[in-house]
């Protein structure tokens, strides 16, 4: 189960709850009527998890209105719930697309659409949180940063910030081993290794002006370049300014939720 962030639809305000934490992940607050009587309620943001908190006591099948707290409109006018066709809430992802709950107490029906694929953009899907070097660092501090983080790609920095080069494991293998014919079989040396390697900074041995899209740049067209040039990944910038990172695995899921959503 993963945790999911999401807001309102009508105003955009988040409804991630801090305060009220639920299995360990910020819960969802809404507001719940029944029969005249409002209540909060905290439900569970792991996608998928039915516990949640409410004071006020519904018989199990109920359809309930729930109600934005902070916009105070009513939430519960999604398309029929798949299961029991009371109708759904539509809640917006932080990452794009949206997650629909059923407004009927007890059910269990909770489904993620991602509306139009065509629609979504890298800024909806990528990552936000980058782990990045600088020009200046060495190639062993890129290998070590590779290896703690699991990854095999890292956006170059130079020192006002802006994204320069990306270094790739393979290229820094290239680099490490310019003897190796095939670089990709090897493992990834260990980190407190070659004479060879000092004096080389990741600014050397990445590749220079890397292709970025931008925030706007739709997921469709990313995919498809990301493709053309066998990317597993791409830096996403702003002006010049790294804003996050696309990878594969992000258009896969996005590609998926919107077949299955
Ligand atoms: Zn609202
Ligand atoms: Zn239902």
Redesign the pocket.
Known sequence: MFPIEVS?L??G?SLMDTDTPIEGFPSVHLLIRSEGKRDHVYLSALYGSHRGRLKMAIPRGTIVDII?P??G?ALSDGPPCLSCEAPTVSLEMARGGCVRICSRFGCRKHAIAFGDIGEVVAASVMNRYVVTVYESDTLQHAAATMSHYDISGLPVLNETERLTGFLTLDRLLQVAYPDSLNPDCLPIPAIETPEDWTGITCGEAAEEDPLCVTPETPLLEASKIMIAFCLHQMPVTKNGVLVGMLSRGDLFRALLRDKTG
Do not use: S, V
Request: glycine share 0%.
């Open positions: 309102c009508k105003c305000h934005c902070f916009c409109k």
